[in-house]
């Protein structure tokens, strides 16, 4: 069982940047590089959508074409933190943002492919 908790949520201009972090802990924890991570994003009204990944063998990162070039996924074992960078938030980027992770599972931005989620931290890009 694994416990993760998501921070870094704010309400930004458009244009802004943020990051938000995934801390991820548990009794049964290995190293984080075993895992594979993903952020998800849900708005209101929306289904939950995957934005980008990290594979829990290799690092391999995946992005969602709507983020492609504004956001990067990284991650520091030491800390049993991933991170995720987001450059030139959009309005349409405004959600509540979820971690998941896997234990040494490939990168995938399907939520059905996630067994462990965190509460999620909301995202708010408005004038």
């Known amino acids: 069982q694994l416990q993760l908790v998501e921070s870094g949520g704010d309400l930004v201009q458009p244009g802004g940047s943020l990051r938000l972090s995934c801390v991820v802990s548990g009794r049964t924890l290995r190293t984080l590089d075993s895992y594979a991570v993903g952020w998800f994003r849900q708005a209101p009204g929306k289904e939950r959508e995957g934005v980008s990944c990290v594979s829990g063998r290799g690092g391999r990162t995946d992005y969602a074409d709507s983020v492609k070039g504004r956001f990067t996924i990284s991650r520091d074992n030491a800390k049993n933190t991933v991170f995720l960078q987001m450059n030139s938030l959009k309005p349409e980027d405004t959600a509540v943002y979820y971690c998941?992770?896997?234990?040494?599972?490939?990168?995938?931005?399907?939520?059905?492919?996630?067994?462990?989620w965190g509460q999620g931290t909301q995202v708010t890009v408005s004038s």
């Open positions: 998941a992770a896997n234990f040494y599972s490939g990168c995938s931005l399907n939520p059905s492919s996630f067994s462990n």
